[in-house]
C-alpha cells in the first residue's frame, strides 16, 4: 500500500469513528489506539503536505488565527421562532394553524446556544457560518471544523446542502472550563451558552478547538435534488448522513404535546446541554408552505418558553462583601443546588431591605432561582420548613474588612463603610479601573490586582504607571514576560480617551453614558474639576445628586492627589471624541436583544456620535427600540406603547454615511415622533 493509499485509509478510519464516538457516544477502539492513528496520518501528511485536504481528521484541532470573521450573506433566511408562554398561548397557536383540521407536530427540545448554518458542496463541508441577523451572519468555518461531530465528508450527499443547527457547550465541559477559568484568576462564564458563543467567536481556532463544544442538527434549509414530504424525513435523511440529529416526538393530538412539553420540562437536568424551551412546528412541509411567514417567524413553528427553574436549598450562612464605594453586600450562602446548568451555592440579598422584607434567615429553607437565567436569587422563604431558633438577620454596624464604622446611604437602602483605605474598597477599585469599559489593561484582573496590593506595590491606581517589570515578574504566576505584557498594556492605556479615566474613578452614579457626556462638555479633566453643582446640573443627564458626587470627589485631597499623579506620570486627561454628527438629536433609543454586528454598547456608542440619547428603558419618551435577536419585556413593552422597532439591518442603516439609506428610516422616526 503506497503513501496516499495509507492517507485515504487512516482517513476514512478515524471520521468512522469520530462518527461512533461523538455522535452515537459508542466508541470500539480505545482513546490510546485513535490517538495512534491519528498520529501516524499527521506523520504522513507532513511528509506529504500536497494530500492533506480539509476534511482531513488532522485539520480539526485548529490552524492559524484569523485577523477578523467575514461576513456571510445567508442563502435561506435563519429566522427566530415566535414565543408562547403558557398553555393557553400554545392553544391559540394550535388554532390558528389547525383553522379546526387535524395537524403533525414535531416536539424538539429547545437547545441553549448558537445557531450556525453548515453548507455542504459535493458532500464536502465548505462553510460554516454563524445566524446573526437572520440575513447575514459571520463565517466561523474554521471553529466549527473543530467540532468533532461535524462531518468533514458526507457519502452520497446531494450537490449542495445546507443544513441549521445549534452548537453547545455540554455542562461537563462548561464546568471543567469554569473550574480552570477560576484557578487562572480569569472572569467565569455566566452560563453554557455565553461560552458556546464566546468560544465560536474566537479568531484563534485553536481556543474554539480547547473549549470542547458539540452541535445538534435540526434543519435542512436548502438542498438540491431531494424533495421530501416532511419534516421528519429529512432529519431521519440527516440521520442517515451522519449528522447528530435532534430527538423529536410526533403527534397529531395537542394533548399529547403538552404533555411531552411538561415531561421535557421535567426531565430538562437529565439532557447534557441547556434547554431554554420546547420547539412545535408543523410537520407536513406542504402545510408549511400554504401558512407562510412573516418579516420574522415562520407561522408554521413557536418556541414555548419555560418559567425560570426553580429549586429549594438552605441558607447555611449570609457573608458581606464590600464594593468598590465601600457598599456593603449581603450574599446567602446555600446548600448547592443545580440551576439553569450550573451548580448554585451562593444568592444574592441585595441589600437589608430585602433581607427583612422577605425575612431570610441563616438556617432558613428558600426557594431559589436564577434571574435572566445568570444570577442565582432568593425568591421566598419556606416558613413552614423553618428550624426553632432562627434570629432575623442585621447587617453590621461595622466594616467586616477594615472595622470602620458603615452609615445607611440617603436612600436608605444600601450601607456602606466609611473607612478612607479600606483593603476591600482598594481591591475592587483597582480592578474596576482596569476593566474594558475603563481603562481597558488587558491581563490586570482581580488576582493580579491582589498580588500587587499584597506586595505593597499598589496603593492608588497612579502606582500602576509607577512598576517596573522585576517587581512585577515576582509575583506569583508572573514572570518576565508575563510582566512584560502587562508594563505594555498599562502603557498604551494612558492614551485613553478622557471618558475612560472618569468611568476608571468610580465616582458614584457617573457611568460610562454620564463619562462621556462630561467628557464631551468639558474637553478637559482640570476644567471638570473645576465646575460647581449649578455648571453640572445644566448639563442634560446629570441630575443634582450625581453634580454632588462630582463636586465631593473633585475637592477632596486624594482625589486632587491621585489626578496630579496620573498627569505626571503622562496619563491623558484630555478629550479626543467628538461627535461626528447630530442628525439623530433629540430622538432617544433603547437597545434590546442581541446583535450580530456588534455589542449594545457599540451600537450606543454608534447612536451617541450622531446625536441621540441612549436609554436603558423603554418609556413614552423613547423615539425608538433596536430590536435585536432573543429581545425580551422591552421588545414587547415597546409595542404595547406603539414606539417604532427597527430590527440590526435598520440599524444599520440608520447610522450609516449613505443618505440613501438612513434618510427614509430618520424621516419616518421623526414624522412619528
Known amino acids: 500500500m503506497d503513501s496516499l493509499q495509507q492517507i485515504e485509509q487512516l482517513r476514512r478510519e478515524l471520521n468512522h469513528h469520530n462518527y461512533l464516538y461523538y455522535v452515537l457516544d459508542q466508541p470500539t477502539i480505545s482513546d490510546f489506539e485513535y490517538d495512534r492513528m491519528l498520529r501516524q496520518l499527521e506523520e504522513l501528511e507532513q511528509a506529504h503536505p500536497e494530500w492533506i485536504t480539509p476534511d482531513s481528521p488532522t485539520q480539526r484541532v485548529g490552524g492559524k488565527p484569523l485577523d477578523s470573521f467575514s461576513q456571510v450573506v445567508h442563502r435561506v433566511p435563519l429566522q427566530s421562532l415566535q414565543d408562547v408562554f403558557s398553555p393557553e398561548e400554545l392553544m391559540e397557536f394550535h388554532q390558528r394553524v389547525s383553522q379546526g383540521g387535524e395537524i403533525e407536530y414535531l416536539l424538539e427540545p429547545k437547545v441553549d446556544g448558537l445557531s450556525v448554518a453548515l ?22 468555518t474554521e471553529n466549527l471544523r473543530t467540532i468533532r461531530s461535524i462531518p468533514m465528508v458526507l457519502e452520497g450527499a446531494p450537490e449542495t446542502l445546507i443544513v441549521r443547527g445549534e452548537v453547545y457547550m455540554p455542562r461537563k465541559t462548561f464546568e471543567r472550563l469554569n473550574q480552570e477559568r477560576e484557578l487562572r484568576g480569569e472572569p467565569l462564564f455566566a452560563n453554557p451558552r455565553n461560552a458556546a458563543a464566546g468560544s465560536m467567536r474566537q479568531l484563534d481556532p485553536k481556543v474554539a478547538a480547547s473549549r470542547g463544544l458539540d452541535i445538534l442538527i435540526f434543519n435542512i434549509q436548502y438542498v438540491n435534488g431531494i424533495s421530501f414530504t416532511s419534516d421528519s424525513d429529512s432529519l431521519d435523511y440527516l440521520h442517515d448522513l451522519r449528522f ?19 415531561k421535557l420540562g421535567d426531565q430538562r437536568e437529565k439532557y447534557p446541554f441547556d434547554i431554554d424551551g420546547a420547539v412545535i412546528k408543523v410537520n407536513n412541509l406542504s402545510d408549511r408552505e400554504a401558512l407562510g411567514e412573516t418579516a420574522k417567524f415562520p407561522r408554521w413553528a413557536a418556541a414555548f418558553k419555560y418559567p425560570p427553574e426553580q429549586k429549594e436549598s438552605v441558607v447555611r450562612d449570609i457573608v458581606v462583601q464590600v464594593g ?40 432558613d429553607t428558600v426557594v431559589v432561582q436564577k434571574a435572566g437565567e445568570i444570577i442565582p436569587e432568593i425568591v421566598s422563604v419556606v416558613i413552614a420548613k423553618r428550624p426553632e431558633g432562627t434570629v432575623p438577620y442585621e447587617l453590621p454596624h461595622q466594616c467586616p474588612v477594615c472595622g470602620a464604622p458603615v452609615v445607611r446611604d440617603e436612600d436608605g437602602a444600601h450601607v456602606r463603610c466609611t473607612g478612607a483605605e479600606c483593603p476591600a474598597q482598594l481591591l475592587r477599585n483597582l480592578t474596576h479601573f482596569a476593566s474594558r469599559d475603563a481603562m481597558d489593561i488587558e491581563g490586570l484582573g482581580p488576582a493580579v490586582v491582589e498580588g500587587l496590593v499584597q506586595a505593597g506595590l499598589v496603593h492608588t491606581p497612579a502606582d500602576l504607571y509607577q512598576l517596573q517589570q522585576d517587581q512585577v515578574a515576582a509575583l506569583d504566576r508572573m514572570g518576565q514576560k508575563s510582566a512584560e505584557n502587562l508594563l505594555a498594556a498599562i502603557e498604551r492605556s494612558k492614551s485613553n480617551d478622557l471618558s475612560k479615566l472618569l468611568f476608571a474613578f468610580g465616582i ?33 443627564d446629570i441630575g443634582p445628586i450625581t453634580a454632588e458626587y462630582l463636586t465631593a470627589w473633585f475637592s477632596s485631597p486624594q482625589s486632587q492627589h491621585l489626578m496630579h499623579s496620573l498627569a505626571q506620570a503622562g496619563v491623558n486627561t484630555l478629550s479626543t471624541a467628538a461627535p461626528v454628527g447630530d442628525r439623530l438629536a433629540g430622538l432617544t433609543f433603547v437597545l434590546t436583544g442581541e446583535l450580530s454586528h456588534c455589542s449594545r454598547k457599540e451600537a450606543g456608542g454608534m447612536l451617541e456620535a450622531l446625536g441621540a440619547k441612549v436609554s436603558g428603558s423603554v418609556s413614552k419618551k423613547t423615539s425608538c427600540v433596536i430590536a435585536g435577536e432573543a429581545a425580551g419585556s422591552k421588545l414587547r413593552k415597546a409595542n404595547e406603547l406603539g414606539i417604532p422597532v427597527l430590527d440590526e439591518a435598520q440599524f444599520l442603516q440608520l447610522v450609516s454615511d449613505d443618505p440613501q439609506q438612513y434618510q427614509p428610516i430618520l424621516t419616518d422616526l421623526t414624522t412619528q415622533k
Not at 126 to 138: F, I, P, Q, Y
Not at 333 to 359: M, S, Y
Not at 509 to 520: C, E, F, I, R
Open 324 to 363: 468598590r464605594t465601600g457598599v456593603l453586600t449581603p450574599k446567602a450562602v446555600v446548600d448547592p443546588v443545580r440551576l439553569a446548568g450550573t451548580t448554585v451555592t451562593n444568592a444574592t440579598l441585595h441589600n437589608q431591605d430585602f433581607i427583612t422584607e422577605k425575612d431570610i434567615r441563616i438556617g
Open 119 to 140: 453548507e455542504y458542496e459535493n458532500g464536502v463541508f465548505v462553510r460554516g457560518a454563524t445566524r446573526g441577523d437572520g440575513m447575514v451572519g459571520e463565517d466561523v
Open 508 to 540: 458614584r452614579q457617573v457611568g460610562q453614558k454620564a463619562a462621556k457626556v462630561l467628557a464631551a462638555k468639558f474637553g478637559s479633566l482640570e476644567a471638570l474639576a473645576q465646575a460647581g453643582v449649578e455648571e453640572l446640573t445644566a448639563i442634560d
Open 244 to 262: 447528530k440529529v435532534i430527538d423529536y416526538v410526533k403527534s397529531t393530538d395537542m394533548a399529547e404535546i403538552q404533555k411531552e412539553i411538561q
